[in-house]
T-cell receptor, first 113, second 113 residues
Framework: DVKVTQSSRYLVKRTGEKVFLECVQDMDHENMFWYRQDPGLGLRLIYFSYDVKMKEKGDIPEGYSVSREKKERFSLILESASTNQTSMYLC????????????FGPGTRLTVT | DQQVKQNSPSLSVQEGRISILNCDYTNSMFDYFLWYKKYPAEGPTFLISISSIKDKNEDGRFTVFLNKSAKHLSLHIVPSQPGDSAVYFCAARLSGGSYIPTFGRGTSLIVHP
């Protein structure tokens, strides 16, 4: 069974704080993704990575950065959190052989006050 | 511009009846389609998929139908159960082995006992 874990289920931060969201997968997947989910907007891709130290911008990268130093770990960084970044953040991974079937973590509900 | 559209934000069905969730797409280069199911406070989980070379795929109570000429797919759940109450996301992949699925905005299904 693929397992994708995220460091926190719920997080409350203040405007201007630097925020780190961590994601770890245990299935040796090449590809990892960060999405945010907002009501009525579905899943929107922030960043993805297809290999260690590689990263690509998704549809809404502004205000975010990522880091992938190890294959199993993909971090999302909010350099200076803002209230419009209050959202559910979902990490996912997929294999190189079946890349479009993604396995998601449980999500982190981030509130920025 | 949404390439994958789920035009019904919500659907309410009686237990035991059929649930039909619809999805339309605009890009004829999509060649693989997936449905994900998401419970509140959890990440989406893969449910069922279909290749563009098929018009039907069945897995237990879940069947996905694809009408390529109409650029339309639907997910049928028969019989519906209260535990099926969740948000369902339709997703599509571009031909050429893309590993980035394009998601619809989701349909919230409520199955009443």
């Amino acid at each position: 069974d693929v397992k994708v874990t995220q460091s926190s289920r719920y997080l409350v931060k203040r405007t201007g704080e630097k925020v780190f969201l961590e994601c770890v997968q245990d299935m040796d997947h090449e590809n990892m993704f960060w999405y945010r989910q907002d009501p009525g907007l579905g899943l929107r891709l922030i960043y993805f990575s297809y290999d260690v130290k590689m990263k690509e911008k998704g549809d809404i990268p502004e205000g975010y950065s990522v880091s992938r130093e190890k294959k199993e770990r993909f971090s999302l960084i909010l350099e200076s959190a803002s209230t419009n970044q209050t959202s559910m953040y979902l990490c996912a991974s997929s294999s190189g052989t079946v890349p479009h079937e993604q396995y998601f973590g449980p999500g982190t509900r981030l509130t920025v006050t | 511009d949404q390439q994958v559209k789920q035009n019904s934000p919500s659907l309410s069905v009686q237990e035991g009846r059929i649930s039909i969730l619809n999805c339309d797409y605009t890009n004829s280069m999509f060649d693989y389609f997936l449905w994900y199911k998401k419970y509140p406070a959890e990440g989406p989980t893969f449910l069922i998929s279909i290749s563009s070379i098929k018009d039907k795929n069945e897995d237990g109570r879940f069947t996905v139908f694809l009408n390529k000429s109409a650029k339309h797919l639907s997910l049928h759940i028969v019989p519906s159960q209260p535990g099926d109450s969740a948000v369902y996301f339709c997703a599509a992949r571009l031909s050429g082995g893309s590993y980035i699925p394009t998601f619809g905005r989701g349909t919230s299904l409520i199955v009443h006992p």
